[in-house]
């Protein structure tokens, strides 16, 4: 019993440590800026400041969330489309280049956006792609986050048994008609759970949009931030408006589907 406390006393401990940057956000937002570089700091606001509507409204944040939602929702309808076909294949092909094809997907997925962002920018500006920088950014994004979906994607169709399509195939299906009627809708609880991820991800891009989009109407909500950033001083209490009101969305998506993320995430692991 005392080993059980332990466990969970240690545990609350390390979930407070990790969520405690989130509430410094929050909290920092309701503060003013006399009292963000108070000596001590305060861990709650002593005057509560309600900044939303004006930050929302200074800023037209409704342009930049809808650019960030056109970006992360263009990015996974490509990944989806392009990424689960290739993750069954990976998955029904067994031999042994097999672990050699994966990890070179993954190593795609290690290569930062910082490091990709100059090649991709030449090579977009030599095809006229810059002149659609909202499409270029999705085609960029979509580049990185394809291996992570296809990893994740293949866990999830190694768990659909052969037997099942070899059946359907005997009974005259075409091998893309058991793919689309039989595969598919058994895997969907991945495919849903990795495409959510990948919308999370795609959302919160920055490297991409900061350099290939420079029209402020086409920039998304992450790079709407450096607003408040200025070459002497900067708004902290605005920043941290700012960036609560654009993680709020976010948490309460995760919020919501953090059991199907996690089985989503688990469905490959164990036979």
């Known amino acids: 019993m005392m080993k059980k406390y332990g466990l969970t006393a240690i545990a609350l401990c390390l979930v407070s440590f990790y969520l405690f940057p989130l509430y410094w956000m929050y909290i920092t937002a309701l503060k003013s800026g006399t009292e963000?570089?108070?000596?001590?700091?305060?861990?709650?606001?002593?005057?509560?400041?309600?900044?939303?509507?004006?930050?929302?409204?200074?800023?037209?944040?409704?342009?930049?969330?809808?650019?960030?939602?056109?970006?992360?929702?263009?990015?996974?309808?490509?990944?989806?489309?392009?990424?689960?076909g290739c993750a069954y294949v990976l998955s029904r092909i067994r031999n042994r280049w097999m672990d050699v094809v994966l990890f070179i997907v993954l190593m795609m997925q290690v290569l930062p956006s910082s490091l990709m962002i100059t090649p991709i920018f030449v090579a977009f500006n030599q095809v006229?792609?810059?002149?659609?920088?909202r499409t270029s950014v999705i085609l960029a994004q979509a580049a990185k986050v394809l291996p992570l979906y296809i990893v994740l994607c293949r866990a999830t169709f190694l768990q659909?048994?052969?037997?099942?399509?070899?059946?359907?195939?005997?009974?005259?299906?075409?091998?893309?008609?058991?793919?689309?009627?039989?595969?598919?809708?058994?895997?969907?609880?991945?495919?849903?759970?990795?495409?959510?991820?990948?919308?999370?991800?795609?959302?919160?891009?920055?490297?991409y949009s900061r350099s290939l989009i420079t029209q402020r109407a086409l920039q998304p909500a992450t790079v709407g931030l450096q607003s408040?950033?200025?070459?002497?001083?900067?708004?902290?209490?605005?920043?941290?408006?700012?960036?609560?009101?654009?993680?709020?969305?976010?948490?309460?998506?995760?919020?919501?589907?953090?059991?199907?993320?996690?089985?989503?995430?688990t469905s490959g692991a164990l036979k």
């Open 36 to 84: 963000i570089f108070a000596n001590p700091p305060t861990f709650w606001p002593e005057n509560p400041q309600w900044m939303v509507g004006e930050v929302w409204t200074r800023l037209k944040m409704d342009v930049y969330l809808w650019n960030s939602l056109l970006i992360a929702s263009g990015v996974t309808i490509i990944v989806a489309i392009c990424g689960t």
């Open 160 to 207: 659909v048994p052969r037997e099942l399509e070899e059946a359907a195939l005997v009974d005259g299906n075409s091998r893309i008609g058991v793919f689309l009627s039989i595969i598919v809708p058994l895997a969907r609880n991945g495919i849903l759970v990795t495409s959510v991820l990948i919308f999370l991800q795609s959302f919160g891009e920055y490297v």
């Open 228 to 265: 408040f950033m200025g070459p002497n001083t900067s708004d902290w209490s605005g920043v941290m408006t700012y960036s609560a009101i654009y993680v709020t969305p976010v948490l309460i998506i995760f919020v919501l589907l953090q059991r199907q993320i996690v089985s989503g995430l």
């Open 128 to 133: 006229g792609l810059n002149e659609v920088p």
